[in-house]
T-cell receptor, first 114, second 109 residues
Framework: EAGVTQSPTHLIKTRGQQATLRCSPI?????VYWYQQALGLGLQFLLW???????NRGNFPPRFSGRQFPNYSSELNVNALELEDSALYLC?????????????FGPGTRLTVT | KNEVEQSPQNLTAQEGEFITINCSYS?????LHWLQQHPGGGIVSLFM???GKKKHGRLIATINIQEKHSSLHITASHPRDSAVYIC???????????FGTGTRLTIIP
């Protein structure tokens, strides 16, 4: 069974540009979560999508947005990039609706803003 | 005060030693994850538990919901166990994961 996949592996952008990160969940999983791991800050929750809808959002500005497609894959968009957006962005998926739904993590996209 | 406290922050041990990493949290939770992150960033979910104890090979995780405390134990530690271990309680209701700062474990051959 294929795991959670993310693309691209690395992304280099300049300040002010937009970045798009992609995530494909494990087959059968309907929930996708996005996390940011900035240097020295640890993992922080960004967004949670389930069945195409945004279910929850972390303490991030509106320039962090995303969507979930009918096939449950997801995109994270970061507009007006700032230097402090440089981080590892992790996606996880789970099978929402079961009693205890474990999250499975992808390998991450490392975003560097110069 | 952080919602999730892990201890120790850094741990160096000899191969074969018994390892314990502790996690205390302050919010009501539905479950708690223990995650392993190797250099390079990839994260693996080791356990998700909501009560009692779980065991996978040399790894054991326990949780005490009343005391808001969880522990991760590694028996017969090995250099390949060297990684950062992160505790992540799942908030009851909104299912949001809150992450500890991690414990950097180094096992010396």
């Amino acid at each position: 069974e294929a795991g959670v996949t993310q693309s691209p592996t690395h992304l280099i952008k300049t300040r002010g540009q937009q970045a798009t990160l992609r995530c494909s969940p494990i087959s059968g999983h309907t929930s996708v979560y996005w996390y940011q791991q900035a240097l020295g800050l640890g993992l922080q929750f960004l967004l949670w999508y389930d069945e195409g809808e945004e279910r929850n959002r972390g303490n991030f500005p509106p320039r962090f947005s995303g969507r979930q497609f009918p096939n449950y894959s997801s995109e994270l968009n970061v507009n007006a990039l700032e230097l402090e957006d440089s981080a590892l962005y992790l996606c996880a998926s789970s099978s929402y609706g079961t009693a205890l739904y474990e999250q499975y993590f992808g390998p991450g996209t490392r975003l560097t803003v110069t | 005060k952080n919602e999730v406290e892990q201890s120790p922050q850094n741990l160096t041990a000899q191969e074969g030693e018994f390892i314990t990493i502790n996690c205390s949290y302050s919010v009501g939770i539905s479950a708690l994850h223990w995650l392993q992150q190797h250099p390079g960033g990839g994260i693996v979910s080791l356990f998700m538990l909501s009560s009692g104890k779980k065991k996978h090979g040399r790894l054991i995780a326990t949780i005490n919901i009343q005391e808001k405390h969880s522990s991760l134990h590694i028996t017969a530690s090995h250099p390949r166990d060297s990684a950062v271990y992160i505790c992540a309680p799942r908030n009851f209701g909104n299912e949001k994961l809150t992450f500890g700062t991690g414990t950097r474990l180094t096992i010396i051959p």
